[in-house]
Each structure stands twice: as C-alpha cells, then as structure tokens.
C-alpha cells in the first residue's frame, strides 16, 4: 500500500502524536537508534533531538521523500525491514511506532530486526494489540462482503502472551509489556471515519467503484454511529501493544 504522505502529516498525526509515549523508554545516553517504519520522521526527529544518532527506513517512497524534506540534516533510507540491504549496518536501539501490524512475517521480521541489533540491543516498539479497531474492522468487513468483494484481514494485531511467547522464540527477553485501550478520536467531523478508512484500508477501497465506496462509507457510519460517534467526532477503539525487550 502507498501512503499519501501530506494527508498522514495533518490528518492522520495522531499516530505520531501518541507515540511519542514511547520515547520514555529509551535510554537518557546517546544511542544509535534504527528507526523501523519512520513514515514522515517525526519521532525520528524527536530521537533527533534527543541527542540519539537517528537512521529512519520505511519501504513507502512518499514517506521517506516527505521524512527528507522534513528534516534534511538526518539520515532517511528507502527500506523494506523484510528484506533490508547492507547498508543498514548495526544499532544500539531498535524503535517502531505504529508499524509491526503492517507485517504478516513477525518471525521474519524479529529475525531481520535482531541481526541489526548490538548484543543486549533494545527493541521499543507500539502497533495494534487484539481487538484494535474491531468494530470498525468488523463492519468493513460485512460491507465488502455484502458488495461480492472478499475482505482479508490486513492486520496482524497480537496479545501480550503471545507476543512475548513470539520475541523469546527470537531470541528477546521482555523487559516490559503493556496492552492497553487508546480511544481515539478522529481529525475531519462527520468525514473522520471515511478519511480514516481511506488512509488505512486505501488498497480494499481501490477495489470499488466511487458509488459503491459512499454507499459503503453510509453503511457504516450508520452503523457505526451509536458506538463510535461522540457528539462532534468520530472516535476510533484502538488497542496498542508496546514493548521494551533485549536482544539476549
Ligand atoms: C502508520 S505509519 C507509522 C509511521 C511512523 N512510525 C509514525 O509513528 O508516524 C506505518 C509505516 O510503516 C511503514 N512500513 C510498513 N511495512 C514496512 C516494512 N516492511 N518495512 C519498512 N517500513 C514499513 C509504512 O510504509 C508506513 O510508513
């Protein structure tokens, strides 16, 4: 999936914004920190100017192009953390915001994550636990069904017991684990939770015709409304999963 990098960095800059959370957990001493999935660079920066030595990847050329234009003076690298290249080289602190549910290969991707990490590397990471988005997720789903259009789930969203039963395998030992509820309100009124859907389930969407998308979109905000609407927005039930872990 592409990302309209613009649209991530006003509309959709929550997720930024409630990550800066994690950045607590790292170390107070200078660092070198592998940013995984930095989209536009914005907690890359803070690590930045943190006083840590920041390298942000991400496989989307638009959001490495925007992290660049962002902040010139750092280091962006057009990377897939599934199958990076040499010049990665090796960190002190691996970080993620908002990204491990994007990827279908966890094993892989700990493994990758892992070989760019110095001995007793740290791993400090948040994406989506079970039941993140659910009643958006299972609504969306309906409608695409109801539309003759197969809806396969896109996201990994994992638990507490199993991830850490995932990251011993690979070779982490779990410092701190946290499952947690983030009601999250959405930018846009009446047209949050269609702008959301058009960032996040942009490649589903991409399959429909532009009638069958709003009679989607009006599908679901009435269905939706009685649980999500919150007098002038919509609020999205997300749950996050954060991490801190050591490379054994
Ligand atoms: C929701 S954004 C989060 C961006 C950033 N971490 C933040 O907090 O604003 C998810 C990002 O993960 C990136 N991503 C997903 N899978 C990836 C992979 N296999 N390798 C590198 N980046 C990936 C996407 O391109 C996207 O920019």
Redesign the pocket.
Known sequence: ME?DAKK?NTTHDF??KY?AGLLELLPKEPKKVL??????G??TNRMAELGHEVTG????VN?INQAKESYPDLIFLQ????NPSDQIGLYDVAF????FH??PDQELLLKNISEHLNMKGQLICEFGAVGNVQMIREAFGRELNALGVPFEEPFCFTSVEDYRILLEKNHFDVVEMLEYERPTPLKGQKAGLREWMEQFYASELGELSENQKEQLFVNMEQELAPRLWKKDHWEADYRRLRVNALKR
Request: a negative charge; glycine letters at 10%; hydrophobic letters at 45%.
């Open positions: 990302w991530y997720v930024f990550g940013d995984i999935g930095c989209g536009t914005e907690l990847i991400d496989q989307s959001m990377e897939d953390i599934l993620s915001n908002a990204v994007w990827i």
